[in-house]
């Protein structure tokens, strides 16, 4: 099947449907295999969520994979209504949530609880884009404020592998030698070059961090960090009927009122990291349309916000995830940019590109095989992602800064943020603005040479 053709600059095709540009595979975008392919086996992380809602919530493994089944299918939304993003969890507020929940006793309450929390930022979010506040709130907020928020959670995605018991002390061989491969293959100016070369090098450019999780499955093992994997054939079996009769409010009832009143300040503070993520999406799709003239690409936070508004808020009644459901999955992304930068042959719509992926992970989580082959490195897989997202996070938040005295403020609220969360972090950054800019705390004046600060003689020098 042929899809509609764009013309040079333009945006790929679309159904206009209010704020929202509906495309569909094979008709308003050209599927792209490797992308399908590497989704197969990253479904891994989609499947490391399970670890989190068994441990927060005590739910059975077939109930956790019922959630994880539903929010692939509301990641499909973001590529067909036109958002060219990847999106995943809200990754760097997961501690922030757990210890939110963990105030109440294990059962019915604490899932009340995080029914509670997840209706409400969804309501949120959807306030936010359908007033088009949202747009408003990415661009007025200070520079400074802004390179902090994602600093810290560039911060908080690396503290949470390294800090003591956390996923480094399991795996430390496998993560630091799949995580070694993975940069080199990303970021490396040596690899670009080399797939140049070869079409063998070229063909590992295209697959992403594919080749990572086939090298942990064997590494792992191999360093007695984790068992060799056991196939099983068939389907998966997802228990839905357990998990709407006994973690929804189809069978514990509606939460409490004043659980939406008290996880207010929470919901706040996942909301600023949130608004994190979607300042980092609209740095990446603006790298991607810069590196490729012949496609215009459009991200608007207010459909942005739509959409995972609506997620959320959907989630919170068929089954409410302690992952939340964000805008980005910033190691993803960061994949398909870099396969996107390599020309219209390699991909020829990011839309394509996206959603391709998209469609792969949803493909892997039906299939037994593939969900048994990845079982024994979901934390591996895992602790890959949330480094490429730390790597990116810093990158972004340094590149959003405008002078020295921004470069300081977003240290302090990054460093806040990790350690005393992002409900002091907020706080932090606005009193640091007011006090070293006052009157001109909303003027986000550029200086791209950081130099602004320094005296005249200084300045002569750099």
Known sequence: MKWKERE?????????AGPFKIRLPFIHYRFEWPDYVQGLLMCAVDLAAIPLLIELLGMPFEVALAIVLLNGVFYLLH?????????????PAIPLIMLYC???????????????????????????????????????????????????????AVVSIFEVGG????????????????????????FNKLKTTHPIWGLVGKLGIFPIIIIAIVIAPLFGEAPWPTIEWGLISPDFMGLWTNYTMFGLGFPPLMLFVTGIPT??????????????????????????????LDYNPNRAHLIFGARNSAMSVLGPDVTMAGPLWA???????????????AMDSFIGGAGSFRWGTNTGLLLLPIVSLVEPILGIALAL??????????KVGILEARSQSDLGIAGIIGAVLVIKGAAWAFPVGIALCLLIYGKDFFKNESDETFTKDLAPEANENV
């Open 8 to 16: 040079y600059g333009e945006e790929s095709p679309f159904i206009p």
């Open 385 to 394: 992602t949330l480094l490429i997202q730390g790597y990116v996070s810093v």
């Open 167 to 190: 996923r480094f002390e399991t795996f430390p061989w496998t993560i630091s030698i799949a995580v070694g491969i993975g940069f080199y293959l990303l970021f490396s100016k040596h």
């Open 102 to 156: 963990m105030q109440f006793p294990e059962g019915t309450e604490r899932v009340h609880a995080l029914i509670a929390f997840q209706m409400t930022l969804g309501v949120l979010a959807i306030l936010l884009g359908s007033t088009g506040l949202a747009a408003k709130v990415v661009s007025s907020i200070p520079s400074a404020i802004r390179a902090g928020i994602i600093l810290g959670a560039g911060f908080a």
């Open 331 to 345: 190691a993803m992304q960061v994949v398909v940019v870099q396969r996107y930068k390599d020309g219209r042959k």
């Open 79 to 91: 590529h067909l209504l036109g958002d060219p993003a990847v999106p995943g969890w809200i990754t």
């Open 267 to 296: 919901v706040l503070a996942a909301y600023i990291v949130l608004f994190g993520d979607v300042l980092q999406t609209k740095a990446l799709v603006k790298e991607a349309d810069l590196s490729r003239p012949d496609e215009k």
